[in-house]
Protein backbone atom coordinates (compact mmCIF):
# COMPACT_ATOMS: atom_id res chain seq x y z
CA UNK A 1 0.00 0.00 0.00
CA UNK A 2 2.68 2.50 0.90
CA UNK A 3 4.49 1.75 -2.66
CA UNK A 4 1.34 2.44 -4.40
CA UNK A 5 0.80 5.46 -2.79
CA UNK A 6 4.13 6.88 -3.27
CA UNK A 7 3.25 6.21 -7.00
CA UNK A 8 0.32 8.19 -6.81
CA UNK A 9 2.14 11.25 -5.27
CA UNK A 10 4.65 10.93 -8.30
CA UNK A 11 2.23 10.73 -10.91
CA UNK A 12 0.35 14.27 -9.71
CA UNK A 13 3.32 16.74 -11.26
CA UNK A 14 3.18 14.50 -14.04
CA UNK A 15 -1.18 14.42 -14.65
CA UNK A 16 -0.25 18.38 -14.00
CA UNK A 17 2.28 18.56 -16.52
CA UNK A 18 -0.11 16.68 -19.13
CA UNK A 19 -2.95 19.46 -18.21
CA UNK A 20 -0.72 22.39 -18.59
CA UNK A 21 0.68 21.02 -22.09
CA UNK A 22 -2.94 20.24 -22.84
CA UNK A 23 -3.98 24.25 -22.31
CA UNK A 24 -0.39 25.39 -23.90
CA UNK A 25 -1.95 23.09 -26.79
CA UNK A 26 -5.25 24.84 -26.80
CA UNK A 27 -4.14 28.26 -26.25
CA UNK A 28 -1.66 27.82 -29.41
CA UNK A 29 -4.98 26.21 -31.20
CA UNK A 30 -7.25 29.08 -30.58
CA UNK A 31 -4.45 32.16 -31.52
CA UNK A 32 -4.17 30.94 -34.86
CA UNK A 33 -7.45 29.60 -35.54
CA UNK A 34 -8.18 29.90 -39.46
CA UNK A 35 -11.14 31.34 -41.42
CA UNK A 36 -11.65 30.05 -44.38
CA UNK A 37 -11.98 32.06 -47.62
CA UNK A 38 -14.34 31.54 -50.12
CA UNK A 39 -13.81 33.33 -53.88
CA UNK A 40 -17.21 33.16 -55.75
CA UNK A 41 -16.40 33.57 -58.95
CA UNK A 42 -19.28 35.16 -60.24
CA UNK A 43 -20.90 36.59 -64.26
CA UNK A 44 -23.99 38.14 -63.79
CA UNK A 45 -26.72 37.63 -66.52
CA UNK B 1 -22.94 30.68 -45.37
CA UNK B 2 -24.23 33.14 -42.70
CA UNK B 3 -23.87 30.46 -40.55
CA UNK B 4 -20.50 30.35 -39.89
CA UNK B 5 -19.44 34.35 -39.33
CA UNK B 6 -16.53 33.35 -37.58
CA UNK B 7 -15.02 30.72 -39.25
CA UNK B 8 -15.73 31.99 -42.92
CA UNK B 9 -14.28 34.96 -45.06
CA UNK B 10 -16.47 35.29 -48.57
CA UNK B 11 -16.07 37.63 -51.44
CA UNK B 12 -17.73 37.23 -54.90
CA UNK B 13 -15.68 38.62 -57.39
CA UNK B 14 -17.14 39.42 -60.60
CA UNK B 15 -15.86 38.54 -64.52
CA UNK B 16 -16.97 38.97 -67.74
CA UNK B 17 -19.74 41.67 -66.65
CA UNK B 18 -20.27 44.98 -65.87
CA UNK B 19 -18.82 44.50 -62.14
CA UNK B 20 -15.82 43.12 -63.31
CA UNK B 21 -12.36 44.81 -61.95
CA UNK B 22 -8.81 44.84 -62.81
CA UNK B 23 -7.90 42.75 -59.84
CA UNK B 24 -11.02 40.22 -59.90
CA UNK B 25 -9.70 39.43 -63.43
CA UNK B 26 -6.50 38.78 -62.16
CA UNK B 27 -7.36 36.85 -59.49
CA UNK B 28 -9.97 34.58 -62.25
CA UNK B 29 -6.92 34.21 -64.58
CA UNK B 30 -4.42 33.34 -61.15
CA UNK B 31 -6.88 30.11 -61.29
CA UNK B 32 -7.67 29.14 -64.66
CA UNK B 33 -9.45 32.02 -66.30
CA UNK B 34 -12.23 29.32 -67.63
CA UNK B 35 -14.98 28.19 -64.84
CA UNK B 36 -17.82 30.09 -63.72
CA UNK B 37 -19.60 30.45 -61.62
CA UNK B 38 -17.34 28.78 -59.31
CA UNK B 39 -16.43 28.77 -55.78
CA UNK B 40 -12.78 28.67 -54.56
CA UNK B 41 -12.13 27.40 -51.59
CA UNK B 42 -9.02 28.26 -49.71
CA UNK B 43 -7.15 28.69 -53.01
CA UNK B 44 -6.93 24.75 -53.04
CA UNK B 45 -10.46 23.46 -54.45
CA UNK B 46 -12.94 24.77 -57.42
CA UNK B 47 -16.26 23.99 -56.98
CA UNK B 48 -17.96 24.37 -60.35
CA UNK B 49 -21.48 25.45 -61.16
CA UNK B 50 -24.86 25.15 -58.91
CA UNK B 51 -23.72 20.93 -58.42
CA UNK B 52 -20.52 21.18 -57.01
CA UNK B 53 -21.26 24.75 -54.98
CA UNK B 54 -23.89 23.62 -53.18
CA UNK B 55 -24.58 24.67 -49.69
CA UNK B 56 -23.94 20.98 -48.39
CA UNK B 57 -20.36 20.49 -50.37
CA UNK B 58 -19.36 23.57 -49.45
CA UNK B 59 -19.92 23.52 -45.97
CA UNK B 60 -17.84 19.68 -46.14
CA UNK B 61 -14.93 21.61 -47.27
CA UNK B 62 -15.29 24.49 -45.54
CA UNK B 63 -15.05 22.35 -42.04
CA UNK B 64 -12.26 20.20 -43.77
CA UNK B 65 -10.23 22.99 -44.28
CA UNK B 66 -11.09 24.11 -40.51
CA UNK B 67 -9.95 21.14 -39.16
CA UNK B 68 -6.50 21.93 -40.36
CA UNK B 69 -4.34 24.16 -38.24
CA UNK B 70 -2.96 27.21 -39.77
CA UNK B 71 0.38 29.02 -37.62
CA UNK B 72 -0.62 32.62 -39.02
CA UNK B 73 -2.96 35.51 -37.86
CA UNK B 74 -4.45 38.57 -39.10
CA UNK B 75 -5.66 41.56 -37.58
CA UNK B 76 -7.01 44.37 -39.34
CA UNK B 77 -7.80 47.68 -38.37
CA UNK B 78 -9.20 51.20 -40.54
CA UNK B 79 -8.35 54.75 -39.97
CA UNK B 80 -9.56 57.80 -41.76
CA UNK B 81 -7.02 59.65 -43.43
CA UNK B 82 -9.47 62.26 -45.47
CA UNK B 83 -12.62 62.44 -47.28
CA UNK B 84 -13.74 58.53 -48.09
CA UNK B 85 -10.29 57.48 -48.22
CA UNK B 86 -9.26 55.03 -45.04
CA UNK B 87 -5.55 53.76 -44.19
CA UNK B 88 -5.92 50.13 -43.88
CA UNK B 89 -3.43 48.58 -42.02
CA UNK B 90 -3.22 44.48 -41.55
CA UNK B 91 -1.09 42.86 -38.79
CA UNK B 92 0.24 39.51 -39.78
CA UNK B 93 1.88 37.31 -37.36
CA UNK B 94 3.62 33.88 -37.56
CA UNK B 95 3.87 31.75 -34.80
CA UNK B 96 6.78 31.55 -32.96
CA UNK B 97 8.71 28.12 -33.49
CA UNK B 98 7.35 27.87 -36.83
CA UNK B 99 9.81 28.03 -40.13
CA UNK B 100 10.11 31.50 -41.65
CA UNK B 101 7.64 31.40 -44.04
CA UNK B 102 7.09 33.65 -47.10
CA UNK B 103 3.23 34.50 -48.08
CA UNK B 104 1.61 36.98 -51.07
CA UNK B 105 -1.35 38.39 -49.93
CA UNK B 106 -4.45 40.93 -51.18
CA UNK B 107 -6.81 43.17 -49.86
CA UNK B 108 -9.88 43.57 -51.09
CA UNK B 109 -12.77 46.05 -50.78
CA UNK B 110 -16.42 44.82 -50.57
CA UNK B 111 -19.96 46.23 -50.78
CA UNK B 112 -22.09 43.88 -49.34
CA UNK B 113 -25.72 43.02 -51.22
CA UNK B 114 -23.25 45.05 -54.16
CA UNK B 115 -24.07 45.31 -56.81
CA UNK B 116 -27.94 44.06 -56.53
CA UNK B 117 -29.79 41.63 -54.08
CA UNK B 118 -32.73 40.34 -54.86
CA UNK B 119 -32.29 36.86 -53.99
CA UNK B 120 -29.47 36.72 -51.45
CA UNK B 121 -26.66 36.15 -53.35
CA UNK B 122 -24.96 38.90 -53.99
CA UNK B 123 -22.78 39.25 -50.93
CA UNK B 124 -19.39 41.17 -50.52
CA UNK B 125 -18.81 41.96 -54.47
CA UNK B 126 -15.75 43.34 -54.88
CA UNK B 127 -15.29 47.00 -55.96
CA UNK B 128 -11.56 47.02 -55.90
CA UNK B 129 -8.78 44.29 -54.82
CA UNK B 130 -4.87 45.05 -54.37
CA UNK B 131 -2.45 42.47 -55.00
CA UNK B 132 0.21 43.65 -52.36
CA UNK B 133 2.47 41.01 -53.18
CA UNK B 134 5.27 38.89 -51.55
CA UNK B 135 5.67 39.21 -48.07
CA UNK B 136 8.18 37.70 -45.42
CA UNK B 137 6.65 37.02 -42.47
CA UNK B 138 9.37 36.10 -39.24
CA UNK B 139 8.46 33.74 -36.44
CA UNK B 140 6.89 35.61 -33.06
CA UNK B 141 7.07 38.70 -34.96
CA UNK B 142 4.20 41.08 -36.38
CA UNK B 143 4.44 41.97 -40.01
CA UNK B 144 2.74 45.40 -40.49
CA UNK B 145 1.20 45.75 -44.31
CA UNK B 146 -0.58 49.52 -44.96
CA UNK B 147 -2.77 50.08 -47.84
CA UNK B 148 -4.83 53.51 -48.07
CA UNK B 149 -8.57 52.71 -49.83
CA UNK B 150 -10.52 55.01 -51.27
CA UNK B 151 -14.43 54.37 -51.04
CA UNK B 152 -16.42 55.33 -54.08
CA UNK B 153 -19.34 57.57 -53.93
CA UNK B 154 -21.81 53.80 -54.01
CA UNK B 155 -20.02 52.66 -51.68
CA UNK B 156 -19.69 55.91 -49.36
CA UNK B 157 -23.57 56.07 -49.27
CA UNK B 158 -23.85 52.19 -47.84
CA UNK B 159 -21.19 52.67 -45.65
CA UNK B 160 -22.71 50.49 -42.93
CA UNK B 161 -21.94 47.51 -46.38
CA UNK B 162 -18.43 48.20 -46.74
CA UNK B 163 -16.30 45.08 -46.04
CA UNK B 164 -12.97 44.79 -45.66
CA UNK B 165 -11.26 41.67 -46.50
CA UNK B 166 -7.49 40.35 -46.56
CA UNK B 167 -5.58 37.34 -47.00
CA UNK B 168 -2.07 35.48 -47.01
CA UNK B 169 -1.14 32.81 -49.64
CA UNK B 170 0.96 30.11 -50.53
CA UNK B 171 3.92 32.52 -52.47
CA UNK B 172 2.80 31.90 -55.91
CA UNK B 173 2.17 32.82 -59.45
CA UNK B 174 -0.71 30.57 -60.30
CA UNK B 175 -3.67 28.98 -58.39
CA UNK B 176 -3.83 26.62 -57.05
CA UNK B 177 -2.74 28.31 -53.88
CA UNK B 178 -2.97 27.43 -50.29
CA UNK B 179 -4.72 30.49 -48.07
CA UNK B 180 -3.18 30.12 -44.76
CA UNK B 181 -5.47 32.99 -43.25
CA UNK B 182 -8.14 35.45 -44.05
CA UNK B 183 -9.93 38.08 -42.50
CA UNK B 184 -12.61 40.66 -43.20
CA UNK B 185 -13.87 43.62 -41.21
CA UNK B 186 -17.07 45.53 -41.73
CA UNK B 187 -17.30 49.51 -41.30
CA UNK B 188 -16.84 51.40 -38.99
CA UNK B 189 -13.36 49.77 -38.49
CA UNK B 190 -11.28 49.56 -35.55
CA UNK B 191 -8.46 52.04 -35.30
CA UNK B 192 -5.26 51.02 -35.54
CA UNK B 193 -3.94 54.37 -33.57
CA UNK B 194 -3.89 52.75 -29.73
CA UNK B 195 -4.61 56.22 -28.26
CA UNK B 196 -6.86 58.17 -30.76
CA UNK B 197 -8.05 60.68 -28.52
CA UNK B 198 -4.03 62.03 -28.35
CA UNK B 199 -4.81 64.27 -31.61
CA UNK B 200 -1.88 66.22 -31.14
CA UNK B 201 0.29 63.34 -30.33
CA UNK B 202 2.21 64.24 -27.37
CA UNK B 203 1.22 60.64 -25.48
CA UNK B 204 -1.37 62.03 -23.43
CA UNK B 205 -4.89 62.69 -23.63
CA UNK B 206 -5.64 66.39 -21.72
CA UNK B 207 -6.99 69.60 -22.65
CA UNK B 208 -5.21 70.27 -25.75
CA UNK B 209 -6.46 67.67 -27.24
CA UNK B 210 -9.96 68.63 -25.85
CA UNK B 211 -9.97 72.10 -27.54
CA UNK B 212 -8.64 70.51 -30.62
CA UNK B 213 -11.46 68.37 -30.94
CA UNK B 214 -13.68 71.33 -29.75
CA UNK B 215 -12.66 74.11 -32.81
CA UNK B 216 -12.82 71.09 -35.10
CA UNK B 217 -16.66 70.38 -34.14
CA UNK B 218 -18.92 69.13 -36.83
CA UNK B 219 -15.65 68.90 -39.50
CA UNK B 220 -16.11 65.43 -41.48
CA UNK B 221 -11.97 64.15 -41.26
CA UNK B 222 -8.96 64.98 -39.43
CA UNK B 223 -7.38 63.65 -36.64
CA UNK B 224 -10.45 64.85 -34.17
CA UNK B 225 -12.72 62.74 -36.04
CA UNK B 226 -11.31 60.42 -33.31
CA UNK B 227 -13.99 57.32 -34.71
CA UNK B 228 -13.65 58.00 -38.02
CA UNK B 229 -17.35 57.87 -39.16
CA UNK B 230 -16.50 61.39 -41.12
CA UNK B 231 -17.95 63.47 -38.56
CA UNK B 232 -16.44 65.40 -35.12
CA UNK B 233 -19.37 65.08 -32.68
CA UNK B 234 -20.87 64.12 -29.28
CA UNK B 235 -19.49 60.65 -29.95
CA UNK B 236 -15.87 61.21 -30.61
CA UNK B 237 -16.04 63.98 -27.59
CA UNK B 238 -16.85 61.23 -25.56
CA UNK B 239 -14.59 58.56 -26.92
CA UNK B 240 -11.51 61.71 -25.64
CA UNK B 241 -12.87 61.70 -22.20
CA UNK B 242 -12.93 57.55 -21.92
CA UNK B 243 -9.19 57.90 -23.12
CA UNK B 244 -8.49 61.17 -20.89
CA UNK B 245 -4.95 60.86 -18.98
CA UNK B 246 -1.82 58.87 -20.45
CA UNK B 247 -1.70 57.33 -23.54
CA UNK B 248 -1.36 53.17 -22.84
Not at chain 2, 113 to 125: A, K, L, Q
Not at chain 2, 165 to 170: K, V
Amino acid sequence: MRTDRRMNRSLIPLGLAVLAGAMLATSATEAAQRKVLFENFTMAG
Amino acid sequence: MGDYPDSLVALQPHVGDNWANTWTWARWNFYDGYYVPRVQVDGLVGLVGSGEGSYSNMKNHMLDRLAIPTNVTIELYGDLVENQTYLITAVLYLEEGAAREQVRVHLIDCLFDWPYNTDGRYNNGVKQGFDLGYQTLNPGEETVIQQEVTFDGESWQSQDDIRIGFYAHEPLGSGPAEVYQAEMIAWPFPSYDMCPGDIDDDGVVDTADLLALLAAWGNTSGPEDINGDGLVNTADLLQLLSEWGQCP
